[in-house]
């Protein structure tokens, strides 16, 4: 048996070893700064600095901080069923005798309750959650941390955000968020999501960033913050945190069966809208009048793009600002106001956000040149800004196409108005045509940006190819207008 002297200097020379290594290695000294000690950024400097990050703030400090400020919304809304009724001449319904014999006595009415989340924005009351939370409710109760119950009425909502803006009279100050600047957030940062999941009240989830900037196909703004922080029915309108307890967006949806995926207003776009929810209740935006699509490199590469950056003007609504203006299908618009385009989703949220009657200078590029075109925004109504889905650009051999004229018949049949073009009729399966997104019924207008009246016209354009190139087609489908890109050989 080891006597515990010997134990005391085994342990002593294993230390004194451990400095030599360490001194002879050049390695920093150990401290607790990498279990999230407080103040270990001072003593543990030599520490990495992700490793100072893993435990950066005291959480349930944090959350005792701002969970007064986050609320349980909860609506009811009426649901009026319409039975089927026949009048008698003596007053008497037989329908009513069938629904009460083999359904009974049901109403015609019934209360349909939802629940979700939101957060108080000032301390007079205003609260912001999601709008769909909110939308149809006949009556909104928000229920405070402390359980106090208040009726809530609608200031303002946007659908396109799926942002809505909710008061309640407390009668006193409220504690209210402070809204941090989600642009700013890094992926891979933590953050807290607090709300009503499955109506059990307050409830605390923390993650990271996962993703930035995700469409989701919700609406033209789609600029979603991805995040593992555990979001689920309820959550819906609540707010997501940064560690600096600063509301950086507002948890709206899910994936469902998606594990760990949730997704989060950025709430720079919820402040965008926020004062004229409360002055005005609804939102106006600018608009331009283009319909735009993605910009692929076969694209980029016809139209003589430098960099491959920019939205690429599929049509131009007849009379808009853009019409106006001069700028035409097929300009690449790579800056607005100023501002960089680098693609076709940054476009509709650089122009809404644009005040109507405002004049700009857009830039376009066409016929591979620069066009500076200054024009005026006007306010949009309803949804007249869109991107277009665009199809799949891999292309290799041939064209794989069949096309053939409108002819009064098939203008008639599939209610054309423009004769103008040429008819998809058939799409080779596994061609490049094929490849890139044709499909039977696509309205050709154009070839290489040049006009084409008919079939005859259409096949000596393409004659008049020469070598390997990409062709630029221009089609319609439907009420959208879409480029296509084919390689050919």
């Given amino acids: 048996m080891i006597r515990r002297s010997k134990v005391v200097v085994l342990v002593l020379a294993a230390v004194a070893a451990g400095l030599v290594i360490s001194a002879a290695f050049n390695?920093?000294?150990?401290?607790?700064?990498?279990?999230?000690?407080?103040?270990?950024?001072?003593?543990?400097?030599?520490?990495?600095?992700?490793?100072?990050?893993?435990?950066?703030?005291?959480?349930?400090t944090l959350v005792k901080e701002v969970s007064p400020a986050v609320v349980n919304v909860s609506t009811t809304q009426v649901v009026r069923f319409n039975r089927p009724r026949m009048r008698q001449p003596f007053g008497h319904d037989p329908f009513e005798d069938f629904w009460n014999n083999f359904f009974g006595n049901m109403p015609r009415e019934q209360k349909r309750r939802s629940l979700g989340s939101g957060f108080i924005v000032s301390d007079d009351g205003y609260i912001l959650t999601n709008n769909h939370v909110v939308e149809k409710a006949d009556e909104i109760t928000v229920t405070l941390l402390d359980k106090e119950e208040f009726k809530a009425k609608v200031i303002g909502a946007d659908t396109k955000t799926d942002i809505a803006l909710i008061k309640i009279n407390a009668g006193k100050k409220l504690p209210h968020v402070v809204l941090g600047d989600s642009e700013r957030l890094e992926i891979g940062e933590w953050v807290i999501a607090i709300g009503n999941p499955f109506g059990l009240g307050h409830t605390v989830t923390a993650g990271i960033v996962s993703a930035k900037g995700r469409i989701i196909g919700s609406g033209p703004y789609d600029d979603f913050i991805q995040t593992d922080a555990s979001i689920n029915p309820g959550n819906s309108g609540g707010p997501l945190f940064n560690l600096k307890g600063e509301v950086v967006g507002i948890n709206t949806a899910i994936i469902q069966?998606?594990?760990?995926?949730?997704?989060?207003?950025?709430?720079?776009?919820?402040?965008?809208?926020?004062?004229?929810?409360?002055?005005?209740?609804?939102?106006?935006?600018?608009?331009?009048?283009?319909?735009?699509?993605?910009?692929?490199?076969?694209?980029?590469?016809?139209?003589?793009?430098?960099?491959?950056k920019g939205a690429l003007v599929a049509d131009v609504t007849k009379d808009g600002p853009a019409d106006k203006a001069g700028i035409k299908s097929g300009d690449v618009i790579v800056s607005f106001d100023s501002r960089d385009v680098g693609d076709e989703h940054e476009l509709p949220q650089i122009v809404a956000a644009t005040p109507p009657g405002k004049k700009v200078t857009v830039v376009v590029i066409r016929d591979g040149k620069e066009v500076k075109i200054p024009l005026t925004i006007a306010e949009m109504e309803g949804e007249k800004a869109a991107a277009v889905k665009n199809g799949k650009s891999d292309l290799t051999k041939g064209l794989g196409l069949a096309v053939q004229d409108i002819t009064p018949e098939i203008a008639q049949q599939f209610e054309i108005e423009n004769r103008k073009g040429v008819i998809v009729s058939q799409v080779e399966g596994g061609s490049p045509a094929d490849d890139a997104g044709f499909q039977e019924g696509d309205i050709i207008r154009s070839v290489n940006r040049q006009p084409v009246k008919n079939a005859?016209?259409?096949?000596?354009?393409?004659?008049?190819?020469?070598?390997?190139?990409t062709v630029l087609f221009l089609v319609e489908r439907g009420d959208a207008r879409i480029f296509l890109a084919v390689k050919i050989k």
């Fill in 27 to 60: 390695l920093p000294p150990l401290t607790n700064a990498f279990w999230g000690d407080k103040g270990g950024e001072k003593s543990g400097s030599a520490v990495p600095a992700a490793a100072l990050r893993m435990v950066p703030v005291d959480i349930p």
């Fill in 257 to 308: 069966g998606g594990q760990g995926i949730g997704f989060a207003t950025p709430i720079h776009l919820a402040k965008s809208v926020l004062s004229q929810l409360k002055e005005k209740g609804k939102v106006t935006r600018g608009w331009l009048g283009v319909y735009i699509q993605r910009l692929t490199p076969e694209m980029a590469e016809s139209l003589g793009i430098p960099g491959k």
């Fill in 456 to 469: 005859q016209e259409f096949g000596a354009v393409l004659k008049k190819l020469k070598g390997e190139t």
